[in-house]
């Protein structure tokens, strides 16, 4: 890789989020501020200045409201906190325009920068609030190039050898936390157009002779990136309390780098989304990763978008995975905009898109087809749209035979806390199942 290339990962992969970067521009934005406010006070500034305040507001409100409105952004109205950050970035950037006339160049100079500043810090303020795009390029949709070397699958497991919390033994030189970075999964079934997919392995994955270990396959929200910041971290700390072992994870893209929603299936439109998912990926996996072969320890995971297709590749392909986490689904692939799917993904037929849906899928299939099956559903406790859909999927699931946990994240709507809290339940019912932890 040049140096270049490596100078644009570098700032790609710069954390807005946590780390100094968002505090950084708070402050700048709130200096900023303060030199554009601060003038002579005149009777015409401070009227022109609590104007500027007023129509800023009221144009961030506005905007947001009209998101709603339109459903621009889906369903779901947008939380009164973002709502918050979007009149209080256009009010600064009000108090900005407003310093653009009969003032001093240097006044108009930083009223320009201020205007810029303002709306990054907005932006920042924002995605923090949401808890999804850990990074500048993940905001972007830009997947940061940073190949992990996956260990070889030389060995499998012995299952007569007993769970994996009674055999192994941590060696001394056994890394405190997992790495985490990009694979590219060819798409040699499929033909699909993925971005390279998130990869963590945990401590136990990092030793001389590291067992075999389950594997996940979890799948991000739309719009989103196959990131996986969020489980690693969950992941780490449940490593750290049970002698370093967690599953392998891929984080594959099952949406593609257009930011289209193919909505978990095969289309002309949007590619072969579903064989990519259920045969490249699992094929990869299989063949270049330090895996337990055996299903019984294969989870199947998603967030959002992500764990709509899950719940659906899960009830399509039994065989292949017998574990499901499915945080804040939706109730079935599309189900933001049936009418456009139906058209666009399957040619207008509403009775495939009406079998494509997960609890379709599950009545019609033969009778104990989804015996020995764990599944957890999780929906954010202020989240009523997506609470409703995992009650409704999560009896289904029941009905047809699996052990069914479902669980509210207290407190949380459908963003970052409503993941973490997702993935927190998900593995404390996942562990035992897995062999990774005594019951």
Not at 5 to 11: L, Q, S, T, W, Y
């Amino acid at each position: 890789m040049s140096d270049r290339a490596k100078g644009e990962d570098a700032v790609w992969s710069i954390p807005i989020i946590d780390g100094p970067v968002p505090w950084i521009v708070y402050g700048l934005a709130i200096a900023l501020l303060l030199v554009l406010l601060i003038r002579r006070p005149t009777v015409r500034w401070v009227i022109t200045v609590l104007l500027a305040l007023l129509i800023g507001a009221l144009v961030g409100l506005g905007i947001g409201l009209l998101i709603d409105a339109t459903d621009a952004l889906g369903a779901d109205p947008l939380p009164l906190p973002v709502l918050w950050w979007a009149a209080a970035t256009f009010a600064a950037i009000g108090v900005a325009v407003a310093n653009l006339w009969r003032s001093p160049m240097w006044r108009k100079i930083v009223g320009i920068v201020g205007i810029v500043v303002f709306a990054i810090a907005g932006t920042i303020g924002i995605n923090a609030f949401y808890g999804l795009n850990p990074t500048l390029g993940s905001l972007f949709g830009i997947v940061d190039d940073n190949p992990i070397v996956v260990p070889t699958n030389t060995a499998t497991a012995d299952p007569d050898a007993g769970p994996l919390y009674e055999t192994f033994s941590p060696p001394a030189d056994m890394p405190a936390k997992g790495q985490q970075g990009t694979q590219v999964i060819p798409a040699t079934a499929s033909g699909f157009d993925a971005r390279p997919a998130g990869i963590y392995l945990p401590p136990a994955a990092l030793v001389k002779n590291a067992p075999a270990l389950p594997l996940v396959i979890m799948m991000m929200g739309h719009p989103g990136n196959p990131d996986p910041t969020a489980i690693s971290a969950v992941l780490d700390d449940f490593a750290s309390k049970n002698k370093g072992l967690a599953p392998i994870v891929i984080v594959p893209d099952q949406i593609g780098p257009n930011g289209d929603d193919p909505a978990c299936a095969d289309s002309k439109a949007y590619g072969n989304a579903e064989t990519y998912i259920t045969k490249d990926v699992v094929d990869w996996a299989k063949q270049n990763l330090h895996v337990i072969q055996d299903p019984k320890y294969w989870v199947i995971a998603g967030y959002s978008n992500g764990g709509g297709c899950a719940v659906k590749y899960l009830a399509k392909y039994p065989d292949q995975w017998k574990n499901l986490i499915d945080i804040s689904g939706e109730p079935f692939p599309g189900s933001e905009d049936p009418g456009s799917v139906t058209s666009t993904i399957y040619g207008g037929d509403s009775a495939a898109f009406e079998a494509a849906k997960p609890i379709n899928i599950m009545k019609a299939a033969p009778s104990g087809a989804y015996r020995g099956m764990t599944a957890v559903f999780t929906a954010g406790a202020q989240d009523p749209t997506y609470i409703q859909a995992a009650k409704d999927v999560s009896a289904e699931a029941q009905a047809v035979g699996m052990t069914v946990t479902y669980y509210e994240v207290p407190g949380a709507g459908h963003v970052g806390d409503a993941l973490t809290g997702g993935l927190q339940e998900g593995f404390t019912v996942m562990y035992p199942v897995l062999g990774l932890s005594a019951k």
